[in-house]
C-alpha cells in the first residue's frame, strides 16, 4: 500500500462496530422535484446558496423562492419586505403553505452522517498508480463518476444536507439538546464531510484535482493537471460538485449547510504547503497560507465547515494524551489561523477515545479535546449501522457511513446493506472499477 514516508493519510481506516470494537477497514412548496441529473463537472447559475453573494440579490423574489426552497422561511419572508407586487404576494403565499406544511424532523439521533475523501478524477491514473497506491485509492476512494451518482441518488431520496450543528446545540444547563430541523414530508437531514482535503504531496500525478482555488463569481474550483501541461479550472472534487449541485437544486441544502471538511496540516490545507513546521516560515509559505485562508473563507461564506482531522493524521486511540497535545499545538498553530476555529473534530482512522461508554471529563483525552481545545462535535466510523449520535457531558459524538471502495465491495458481495439507504451501490459503480 502507501510508503511510510508518503504519510498515508487515507491508507488505514477504523471502523467501530456496533459493539464498540474496531476492525480495519420545501421542494417548491410541494411542486414535484426535478429529475434533472447534475453530470460530472456541469455548473448552473439557476440559484445559489444562502450564504453566498447570489447573483439575484437584486431580484427579492427569486431570492425569497430561493431561501424558500432552503426551508429558511422566516428569511424568506424578511427578504419580500416592502415588495408588493403581484409576484411578491404570490411568493408569500408559497412560504406560508410551505411552512405550514413543514414539521420537525421526529428524532435528531436518526440523522445518517456519510462521507468521503477526494474523488478520483482519472481511475487510469489512480487504480494504475505506482508505489503499492493503486490498491489504497481503489479502497479508499470513490471516483467522480460514482461520486455524481450517488449524490443525484441521495438527492432523489429525499436527504437534505444539514451541519451538526444543526442536529443539537448546548444549552444554558451546559448539555447537548436536539434542535428542531423542520423539512417536508419526505425529506430527511443528512450530514456530509470530506476527510484529508489536503490534495497530499504523494498523490501528485496520480489523477486527483491539486488544489482549490476562487474562480471570480464560479466561485470555489479544483484545479486539475491535463495531459500536455494545461491546469484545468472545474468541478472535480466533492465542494466545486456539492456546490454546483446545490445552484440547481436549493432544496438539497437546509439554510445553506453543505458540508464539513476534516483537515490535517502535515502537509498543507487545500492544496497549499501552508505549513510552518513543514515548510518553515519564509516568504513562500505566508503566501501559501495567504492563498489557502483566501478559499477558506469564500468555502465557509457558501455554506462548508471545517474540522480538525489532527495534525499529524494520528490514532488518538493509541496516542498518549501528551502526543495528543502535541499535535493540537500544530494544528493550532498552523492550521486554525487559516480555516478560523471549529467545534468539530473528526477522528482519523475513526479512532475515537472511547468505545460506545459516553464520554465523561474523567476521560483525560475527553477532557483536553473538550474542555480545552472546545471540541462539541465528535464524529468517529461507523459503517456498520445508518445512523449513531450519542449526546453526553455537552458534546455530540455521531458514527459517520464509510462511501469507499471497500464499502462498494462489501454492498455487491451482499455483506453489507447500510449504503442502499442512499444509493444503489452496484448500479452506481464506476465501470473502472475491477
Same mark, same amino acid.
Given at each position: ?26 421542494g ?25 453573494s ?12 430561493e ?53 478520483v ?8 498508480a ?117 445552484r ?5 441544502? *437546509?439554510?445553506?449547510?453543505? @458540508? ?8 498543507? #490545507?487545500? =492544496?497549499? /504547503? $501552508? +505549513? ?7 516568504a ?26 489532527s ?51 474523567r476521560?483525560?483525552? *475527553?477532557?483536553?479535546?473538550? @474542555? ?8 468517529? #466510523?461507523? =459503517?456498520? /449501522? $445508518? +445512523? ?47
Open positions: 500500500m502507501f510508503t511510510s514516508a508518503a504519510r498515508p493519510a487515507v491508507a488505514a481506516l477504523v471502523i467501530v462496530t456496533a459493539s464498540g470494537g474496531c476492525s480495519s477497514g420545501g417548491d412548496g410541494g411542486a414535484s422535484r426535478s429529475s434533472r441529473q447534475v453530470s460530472p463537472g456541469a455548473s448552473s447559475s439557476a440559484s445559489s446558496s444562502a450564504k453566498t447570489s447573483p439575484r440579490a437584486d431580484d427579492p423574489v427569486a431570492r425569497a423562492r431561501l424558500r426552497r432552503m426551508y429558511d422561511y422566516a428569511a424568506a419572508t424578511a427578504a419580500l419586505k416592502g415588495q408588493t407586487s403581484e409576484e411578491a404576494d404570490a411568493e408569500r403565499r408559497a412560504i406560508n403553505d410551505a411552512k405550514a406544511k413543514a414539521k420537525p424532523f421526529a428524532d435528531n439521533t436518526q440523522i445518517s452522517h456519510v462521507f468521503y475523501h477526494s474523488l478524477v482519472d481511475p487510469a491514473l489512480a487504480f494504475h505506482g508505489q503499492g497506491k493503486a490498491q489504497g485509492y481503489k479502497d479508499y476512494m470513490v471516483t467522480k463518476r460514482e461520486f455524481v451518482a450517488q449524490l443525484n441518488s441521495m438527492y432523489a431520496k429525499g436527504y437534505v444536507l444539514v451541519h451538526p450543528q444543526r442536529v443539537a446545540k448546548r444549552g444554558a444547563d451546559g448539555q447537548m439538546h436536539p434542535v428542531p430541523i423542520v423539512l417536508p414530508a419526505g425529506k430527511k437531514p443528512l450530514v456530509l464531510s470530506v476527510d484529508d482535503v489536503s490534495y497530499y504531496e504523494y498523490m501528485a500525478g496520480d489523477g486527483f484535482a491539486t488544489s482549490l482555488v476562487v474562480d471570480g463569481s464560479k466561485g470555489v474550483r479544483t484545479t486539475y493537471p491535463e495531459k500536455g501541461g494545461k491546469v484545468r479550472k472545474g468541478a472535480d472534487d466533492v465542494v466545486p460538485i456539492v456546490d454546483d449541485f446545490v440547481e437544486h436549493p432544496d438539497f441544502s *437546509y439554510r445553506g449547510d453543505k @458540508g464539513t471538511i476534516a483537515l490535517t496540516g502535515y502537509n498543507g #490545507v487545500l =492544496g497549499y /504547503r $501552508s +505549513s510552518y513546521a513543514a515548510y518553515g516560515h519564509s513562500k509559505t505566508d503566501a501559501e497560507r495567504a492563498k489557502a485562508r483566501t478559499v477558506a473563507n469564500a468555502m465557509k461564506a457558501t455554506g462548508w465547515n471545517f474540522a480538525s482531522h495534525y499529524g493524521h494520528i490514532n488518538i486511540t493509541k496516542a498518549s494524551l501528551e502526543a495528543i497535545k502535541a499535535d493540537a499545538a500544530r494544528w493550532d498553530a498552523d492550521v486554525k489561523p487559516i480555516v478560523g476555529p471549529t467545534k468539530e473534530i473528526i477522528f482519523a482512522f475513526g479512532a475515537d477515545i472511547s468505545d460506545t461508554t459516553p464520554y465523561s471529563m476521560n483525560p483525552k *475527553y477532557a483536553f479535546l473538550h @474542555g480545552v481545545e472546545g471540541f462539541d462535535y465528535f464524529a468517529n #466510523v461507523d =459503517g456498520s /449501522r $445508518s +445512523s449513531w449520535i450519542q449526546f453526553s457531558q455537552g458534546s455530540m459524538r455521531q458514527g459517520r457511513i464509510n462511501i469507499d471502495g471497500i464499502a462498494l465491495d462489501s454492498a455487491r458481495d451482499g455483506k453489507s446493506s447500510v449504503l442502499s439507504n442512499f444509493f444503489d451501490p452496484v448500479a452506481t459503480r464506476d465501470p473502472a472499477r475491477r
